[in-house]
């Protein structure tokens, strides 16, 4: 009973910023995002009958705490849908910065989900593995799908129709994205708490809610066209709007450091100078960076040369979950 999974982060272009419902991570709007092939999370699930709890590696460290109480809880929701009483050895290869706003819980938990609903025995469509993955964490839905994917937020209080579906495979467009290390280190503001914390008392959340259908229409029909220009303000929009709902809660909070309003002001630059860019920011400090390939010497030279940047690590589109022999796992 083992399997091993691969999955690769996503960027959201239009952000999942609000929770209708904790327990189900039922989300109060759409989200559109677009998978990297440049950060991914690769995982080994193994039931075995002698094992009396589950056990958990990240990047070959034993983890306990809330990152492994958070394994555990999914691997019940996995247990329960088998109808198996079984634990597992669970081991993780994590090329994401956690918990800094690159979305490492994104391919982790699409990595989970992958890996040990094949080991158990469940033979899950992908609608039904996003809507599983869902569970552990929200954007990790999205992660299902290569390419572009819509994380449609459903209205059934069981969230039975809320799960990610597929916008545009891998090969639609060679859009890029330059991630932006600003910092690695762990957020004091995690996104669960900080996301709970502006739904219930920034006055921006209506505003923020009321503004995304449009958006989401508006950026869908901007990728299906390949018209960068669309998609990029949309997407720069959208973050800003994010962001300003955090101000606006209370305690009001921020994610942004110093660095990540000079990487945004070099962004704006860039346009200014004739050179297309956009930039999208999620819970975390460090920028993203989207551009067209035939810019990527220019883009790439400019980030670099911002102080404050520790690094610039360039991404495609990557693919949705794939699954990999034990010789394939490193």
């Known amino acids: 009973m083992k399997a091993i999974a691969k999955a690769h982060t996503n960027i959201a272009l239009i952000k999942y910023w609000?929770?209708?419902?904790?327990?189900?991570?039922?989300?109060?709007?759409?989200?559109?995002?677009l998978t990297l092939d440049g950060f991914y999370t690769s995982t080994r699930?193994?039931?075995?009958?002698?094992?009396?709890?589950?056990?958990?590696?990240?990047?070959?460290?034993?983890?306990?705490?809330e990152q492994y109480n958070r394994v555990t809880q999914f691997l019940d929701l996995v247990r329960n849908l088998a109808q198996k009483n079984i634990y597992a050895e669970v081991e993780s290869i994590n090329?994401?910065?956690?918990?800094?706003?690159?979305?490492?819980s994104a391919s982790g938990f699409a990595a989970l989900a992958a890996a040990s609903s094949k080991a158990i025995g469940l033979e899950l469509s992908d609608s039904e593995l996003s809507r599983l993955t869902r569970q552990g964490s929200g954007s990790a839905c999205r992660s299902i799908f290569g390419g572009f994917a819509e994380w449609q937020q459903g209205e059934k209080a069981d969230g039975s129709d809320s799960y990610a579906v597929p916008i545009a495979p891998q090969n639609h467009w060679d859009l890029r994205v330059a991630a932006v290390v600003l910092s690695a280190k762990m957020k004091k503001v995690s996104s669960r708490a900080g996301m709970k914390?502006?739904?219930e008392t920034s006055p921006f959340f209506k505003g923020w809610i009321e503004s995304i259908p449009s958006e989401i229409d508006a950026i869908k029909q901007g990728i299906l066209d390949r018209d960068f220009e669309k998609v990029g303000e949309i997407a720069e929009a959208n973050c800003l709007k994010m962001h300003a709902t955090t101000l606006g809660?209370?305690?009001?909070?921020?994610?942004?450091?110093?660095?990540?309003?000079?990487?945004m002001q070099s962004v704006q630059a860039l346009r200014a100078s004739g050179i297309p860019a956009y930039f999208t920011i999620d819970a975390g400090p460090n920028v993203k960076v989207l551009y067209l390939p035939e810019h990527e010497e220019e883009v790439q030279q400019t980030l670099r040369s911002i102080p404050g940047v520790d690094d610039v690590k360039l991404s495609c589109a990557g693919q949705g979950i794939t699954y990999l022999g034990d010789d394939e796992f490193v």
């Open 95 to 104: 090329a994401v910065p956690t918990a800094a706003g690159f979305a490492s």
């Open 18 to 33: 609000g929770k209708r419902n904790e327990a189900l991570i039922l989300p109060t709007n759409n989200s559109l995002s």
């Open 249 to 263: 809660a209370n305690p009001p909070f921020t994610y942004w450091l110093d660095s990540t309003m000079s990487v």
């Open 45 to 65: 699930v193994v039931f075995k009958e002698d094992l009396q709890k589950d056990t958990f590696l990240l990047n070959g460290t034993r983890i306990e705490g």
């Open 197 to 199: 914390r502006t739904v």
